[in-house]
Structure formats: C-alpha cells, structure tokens
C-alpha cells in the first residue's frame, strides 16, 4: 500500500504536535516536496518546531519523496494516441504521472529566478522552458539540477536558439565566433588614427604659436639690451636696476616657452615617426587604413 502524504505525516509526526499540522492537505505537502534540506529548516525553524517534532517531520518528507520517487520509476502505462497530434506535453505529464502535481515540477524544474524575483532575460527564460519540459517528460533528472541544466542548453542549441542578432550564445555554443569583434576592432582602429591626426593639427598650431612668442620675446631681450648699454653710459644706477628686473622677466618667459616647444615637438616626431612605420606596414599587409577611414566619415 502506498502512503499518502497525510497518513505519511500522521504516522511521523508525534500525538501531540501541533494541531495546526494535522489540518494541512496534500496541496500544503506538496510545496515541500519542492523545498531542498535547508529551505526545510527555514521553515521549520519559522514556526518554531521543536527539535523532536522537526526530525519526524522531516523524516516524513523522506519517506513520501522515497515513494514518489518509487512510483516514477514504475509509471503505469500511457493512454493510447488519438488520430490528432494535437496534445501537449502537459497532458502527456499528467497521465503518465498522476501522483505528483504539475505546478511543483513546474516549480522544482525551474533553473533560473526560482527564488527570486528579478526579472530574467529572454536567454534566461528559454532555459526555464526548456528545463520544465525536459522535466515533465523525465522527473528523475529533477534529481541532479546540474545534468538538468545542460540537457537544457544542449535542448535550446538543437532547437537552434539565436539571439536577436542571429548569432548563437556563446553559452550554448562555446565554439560559435563572436560577432562584430573585427569589425569593433578595425573602428576602434580608424577613431585612434583620427584622433592622432587631430592631436597633431593642434600640437603644430600651438608650436607656430610658441615660436612666435618666443621670436617677440628675443626682440624684446635685445631691446632691453640695448637699454642697459644706454644706462650703463649714463651711469644711471636705478635706471639700470629696472633693466635688469625686465632682462630676468623676459628670460624667464622665454625658457618657459622654449621648455614647452620642445616637449610638443618631440612628441610631434613620434607621431611623424609612427605614422611613417604605419605606411611602411600597410604597404606590406596591403590594407590601406586612409581609404577605410575616408568610408567612414
């Protein structure tokens, strides 16, 4: 004789537990069966059983699961097909296994979002799928999640899951080429090489500014030379304070900007140095970087 979830429950759990259990139905009973170890002891642990009452609790659990798990593995013999093709695989579930109830396999089967609540990508979503139906034709492999799982990818990549770009998940297919890499990497290309050129064009502007001031502040020092000469033959001490106060200012702009020119004009040589490899290597490779860069603007 099998045992039903509420004699199970009646002959495990002890004369004076809680009345509130006696009162709870095969539906109740059948959440639990859906429920792992620790989730168990979560509630369990909520309603605040005690310790003796818990373990015959779960051994209660244990035994109904044990012979479920006996009755899967002896399914009684399905209905006989009508001529239409037409039945889903809900109803084939159903008939073939009338003792456990289609929403906890549903529940149990799901890999993704189980307990939470987030919501869950399409990707994830085909898994699900996948995984329930897999499930409600087969309830053993409930046992092993994992063998669940990619019996679920490998069931979406025959049935040729794509992404909305036509290409296969890396998931599923480990081997399928990724899209768009050489095509991201020849644009990322192309934006380097215009925004070197646009470096460059700034970095000389500013060069020939710089030595244009530096051209004015060399006249100016000449200038002021020349005005020192003067104060020195008139022997005109204090005159000859403020031009050597002037000499300074205009020496110390004139380093500043010569300091700054050089550094602009040593990075504009590499430039002109890479570029020239660059030639050198489209030359040799045959793929002309100018011509593509043209297209793209």
């Known amino acids: 004789m099998q045992p039903t979830p509420n004699s199970t429950q009646e002959e495990s759990l002890p004369d004076d537990s809680s009345s509130g259990y006696y009162g709870v139905g095969e539906n109740d009973l059948e959440q639990f069966l859906g429920f792992d170890e620790a989730e168990i002891k979560e509630v369990l642990s909520a309603v605040s059983m005690k310790p003796f009452h818990s373990a015959a609790f779960k051994k209660g659990i244990r035994e109904l699961r044990h012979a479920l798990s006996v009755n899967l593995n002896n399914p ?31 529940n149990h089967a799901k890999i993704y979002g189980k307990n939470s609540d987030r919501q869950l990508t399409s990707y994830e979503q085909a898994i699900n799928q996948a ?37 296969s998940r890396s998931k599923l297919n480990p081997n399928a080429p990724k899209p768009g890499i050489k095509s991201s990497r020849v644009n990322l290309r192309l934006k380097r090489n215009l925004h070197a050129a646009q470096n460059s064009e700034n970095r000389n502007a500013r060069i020939s500014e710089l030595e244009h001031k ?79 860069t043209s297209v793209m603007i």
């Open 131 to 167: 995984a329930i139906e897999l499930a409600l034709s087969d309830p053993a492999l409930m046992a092993n999640r994992g063998t669940l799982f990619e019996k679920a990818k490998a069931k979406l990549l025959l049935e040729g899951y794509t992404y909305k770009r036509g290409q």
């Open 214 to 292: 530096l051209q004015i502040k060399g006249t100016q020092y000449e200038a002021a030379q020349e005005h020192k000469r003067i104060k020195t033959t008139q022997g005109d001490t204090e005159g000859l304070d403020k031009v050597e106060i002037a000499l300074e200012a205009i020496e110390r702009e004139r380093a500043e900007i010569s300091k700054e020119l050089a550094t602009l004009k040593s990075k504009e040589r590499k430039h002109r140095w890479y570029e020239q490899r660059k030639k050198v290597r489209m030359v040799e490779t045959g793929f002309d970087e100018t011509t593509a």
């Open 76 to 106: 009684p013999p399905p209905p006989p097909l009508t001529t239409s093709n037409s039945f889903s695989i809900h109803s084939t579930y159903l008939a073939a296994n009338p003792s456990l109830p289609l929403d906890v396999i549903i």
